[in-house]
């Protein structure tokens, strides 16, 4: 098989909450008549990225074009799941015409893209881009920082992306990886700070990669797709700093903890809402994102939060015989105090009933 006969895929990573799952659903919305094939990479005990997707509703987000890889994040597990899951993939008799890819927040891309040289799949598939999802508003809020005093500071320094915290250094690993990287969320600042923001993303990013300002994962999918790049083959200057630093040692998501919340007995959805967004602040909560069931709601409502600020949409109804109940993941710097985000967000039940 020839270079040009090669599956392309397309590589979608950034940090928690950037946008990446709402990029997704653009890109399927507006696929033309592609048959793309969907490998969904969660942290957390709950599939609530593929769920997401699959309450799109379109003729691309079919079920069985849908894999879910949640034992791991996808570069902790390249040898044992991710080159058996593209294995398969490519067995099928309809093989897709692009593969997308959406890793986990907690991803550092490099060891992904250095999985398409393994020999069980370099003859089948080739990166078409790498493409990070970078949200400007946390970025404006400077939410790199390890406390809340040096918040204050970054925003008026504008120096989030120096201060070196594992967060930081993840976030400059996924922008060194990208091909093109996805300023989203762009309605959410001034045009001031997106300018601002922008310098001191190129500062970090490798030279020639291009930026696009995009809001609700808004982004021309000419853009997203077809790049051509066969990144597997131009791996110079995308080194991580764990890479840099350890000589290509295997690395750890130590400083992350999530873990999963069910609610059952919610009635309000503002209070619900409330009560979300109360927690996270208390805790120190980086994202939280689910599902919930609101008494005579046909649909189950979706919840995103980064930081404070939480989002809410019914993106489908509820199925037959499906478990309406209130499950949430909640996801954080570890370690996160289980027991008390748990009966924080239980007030939600207690103050509504």
């Avoid at 189950?300 to 309406?324: C, H, M, N, S």
């Avoid at 993941?329 to 008390?340: F, M, R, Y």
């Amino acid at each position: 098989m020839s270079t040009t006969e090669k599956i392309p895929v397309t590589v979608i990573t950034g940090f928690l909450g950037a946008g990446k799952t709402t990029l997704v659903r653009h890109l399927l919305a507006h696929a033309k008549g592609k048959r793309i094939a969907l490998i969904i990479n969660e942290f957390g005990e709950l599939g609530v990225d593929k769920e997401i997707l699959a309450g799109c509703g379109d003729d691309t987000c079919r079920e069985e074009d849908m894999i879910e890889l949640s034992n791991g994040c996808i570069c902790c597990t390249v040898a044992d799941e991710f080159i058996p899951t593209m294995q398969a993939l490519l067995e099928r008799e309809d093989r897709p015409d692009h593969i997308v890819i959406e890793t986990s927040g907690l991803a550092l891309p490099q060891p992904l893209i250095r999985a398409f040289n393994w020999p069980e799949i370099k003859s089948e598939v080739t990166i078409d881009g790498v493409v990070t999802v970078a949200d400007a508003a946390a970025l404006s809020e400077g939410r790199f920082a390890n406390d809340e005093k040096a918040v204050d500071a970054l925003r008026s320094a504008d120096a989030m992306l120096d201060h070196e915290t594992p967060l930081g250094e993840l976030f400059e690993d996924q922008l060194i990886a990208a091909d093109l990287v996805i300023l989203n969320k762009a309605d959410l600042v001034t045009d001031t700070q997106l300018d601002t923001i922008e310098a001191h993303l190129k500062a970090e990013m490798r030279p020639g990669t291009g930026v696009v300002r995009a809001r609700n994962g808004h982004v021309d999918v000419a853009a997203l797709l077809g790049m051509g790049l066969s990144t597997e083959d131009n791996l110079a200057g995308r080194e991580s700093h764990h890479e840099l630093e350890h000589g290509g040692e295997g690395h750890e998501h130590d400083d992350f903890d999530s873990f999963s919340v069910t609610l059952d007995g919610v009635t309000s959805k503002d209070h619900l809402l409330n009560t979300i967004e109360a927690t996270i602040r208390a805790h120190d909560v980086l994202r939280l994102k689910g599902f919930a069931a609101l008494p005579g709601a046909p649909a189950r409502l979706a919840i995103q939060a980064v930081g404070p600020r939480v989002t809410a949409y019914f993106d489908r109804p509820w199925k037959p015989g499906e478990a309406r109940q209130t499950a949430l993941v909640v996801i954080g710097e570890s370690p996160l105090d289980h027991a008390a985000i748990t009966r924080s967000l239980e007030g939600a039940i207690a103050a509504a009933a």
